[in-house]
């Protein structure tokens, strides 16, 4: 079924590696509960057969960062799938049509001079290692324009939801009318 490597689909039911332990609403409509989360890369034409919903979205290039923000990224950001990372976060996001009618360079003035979006974020790495894939290209349907994945060890729960607070606190969330969060661990 043509999997494309940067193609990513979570799947909420019965199967997968991820056991959720809450889906919680932070802005808009919610997600059902569901027992586990599934991935895949495979192009999945439609739910599969007992999955309460999926969401899919693509990495891409970025938009925002700056060529030495880039570099201290590349230097203290840690890749997925670390063994000590029992627990992960997908928390999916919808923009305001006020975000997407302004320029990029209004954009990034937002994301990073008054909100230090990737400043705050520094301050969380390595110990949470995150994807950002967009969704908003792929379809008018999509319901979330980001799903961003983030995976931890547990003893780093507390610091991620201190970033989690310090984003949301941001200029930038001001255009975010969707978000939910769903928990999963190992
Ligand atoms: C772990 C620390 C984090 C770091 C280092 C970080 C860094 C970044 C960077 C550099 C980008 C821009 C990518 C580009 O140039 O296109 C970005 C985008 C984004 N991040 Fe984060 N981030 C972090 C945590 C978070 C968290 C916790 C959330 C959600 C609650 C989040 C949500 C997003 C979203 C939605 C975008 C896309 C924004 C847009 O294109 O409009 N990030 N992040």
Redesign the pocket.
Known sequence: MNPNPRLHTFIAGKGGPWKITEIRI?TGEGLPMAERLNYTNENLPALPEGAAWMLRGAT??????TQP??EQ?IA??EGLDRPQADCA?L?P?R?NAN?WALTQDE?RKI??EQSH??Q??????P????R?H?CRDLSEAEPF??L?W?EFAEKDIAE?DR??AR??ATE??K??DR?V?VRVTH
């Open positions: 932070i891409s290039n970025e938009r925002y960062v923000e880039k990224l203290k950001q976060v928390i996001i923009k975000w954009r994301f990073e979006h990737n705050i974020g520094m301050d969380y790495l110990a949470i290692a995150r950002l967009h324009d980001f961003t983030f991620f970033l989690l984003l949301r930038e969330w255009y975010i978000e969060e």
